[in-house]
């Protein structure tokens, strides 16, 4: 199976992606372009900071999220998100940590409006190689059944 349809998910399953590994690289590229606060992107006054060293913004681990999620196999069948609340920055992601994402359905139903879609609620958590949550946050969404199976790529 390459695609998770509505009806591949079960309540409380949880899935994980694949690693990340965020350097030092990477959060000064993204916070510079995004971010530009120093701790994000000068080492040495970083240093001097509340975090004693170079941090990944909220920004950047909600990018790094989004990509974990639409790389992750099998692909989900996402035909869009509603809300995402609950959003919690909970640790400081630094050079060298490995992330990994987590999410868990905490629930599902039918759409009323839909019959090929069906919504579903999930807990997200992306953590660190210490399995430390750095975020969480939860969000819904719509995702396909299999009867809209043509219109999902297996890329």
Do not use: C
Not at 102 to 129: W, Y
Request: aromatic share 8%.
């Amino acid at each position: 199976m390459s695609i998770e349809y509505y009806e591949d998910m079960d309540l409380h399953q949880k899935r994980r992606s694949r690693e990340y590994l965020l350097t030092s690289e990477d959060i000064i590229d993204f916070a510079k372009k995004w971010d530009p606060q120093p701790f994000h992107i000068d080492p040495e006054l970083a240093k001097k900071s509340r975090f004693g060293g170079l941090v990944a913004s909220s920004s950047h681990l909600n990018a790094i999220s989004a990509k974990l999620e639409n790389e992750r196999r099998p692909k989900r069948a996402w035909v869009t998100v509603l809300s995402s609340d609950k959003t919690k920055f909970i640790n400081p992601a630094r050079p060298g940590d490995i992330l990994i994402l987590e999410n868990e359905v905490l629930s599902k139903r039918e759409s009323n409006s839909n019959p090929d879609v069906g919504i579903v609620h999930f807990a997200v958590r992306l953590l660190n190689q210490r399995n430390e949550p750095v975020l969480t946050y939860e969000m819904t969404t719509i995702v396909g059944k299999r009867s809209l199976s043509s219109q999902f790529s297996e890329d």
